[in-house]
């Protein structure tokens, strides 16, 4: 039979060690304390597919050509930032979830070295990242290629104008802008 003595060095053991494991756990919480960022991050839109073969319809009243004429580069520096968790712009930057975009403007579609695109984007290889094509990709990139790992859409159509005009100044020899 347990005498007083052994059973009182047992139950201190015992509350001891609890006491060192939740004296731990509120430490550990002291000194990895987590807080809510001022400015909650960038909201994705992910556009649904239109009933009519994926496509969505142009809404926008200036043609794209007129929009170019008055984007503004700087502005789309500003916008670029909801880009950066995806996308590397620098010249030689590297691949992330998404391609390096130096030198986008012009060119071929799904040919980056060394990223790994969607079947999505493979079946455009033909064509460029043309002006078009870059606005449409960015309004709908679901719509555009169906199946495409992109799902930030941006919807303003001045908002896209200014990122392709930013877009376009990262490359050692911009292409022009389409004539209005």
Known sequence: MIDSWTFNKIAGAVLGTALVVFGLGELSGVIYATHAPEKPGFAIEVAEAATTGGETPATEEKPLSELLASADPAKGEAAHKKCLACHDFANGGPNKTGPNLWGVVERPIASHEGFAYSDALKSHASDKWTYENLFNFLNNPKGFAPG??????????????NLIAYLRTLSDNPPPLPAP
Do not use: D, G, I, W
Not at 148 to 161: D, F, H, I, Q
């Open 148 to 161: 495409t790992k992109m799902v930030l859409a941006v919807k303003s159509p001045t908002e896209r104008a």
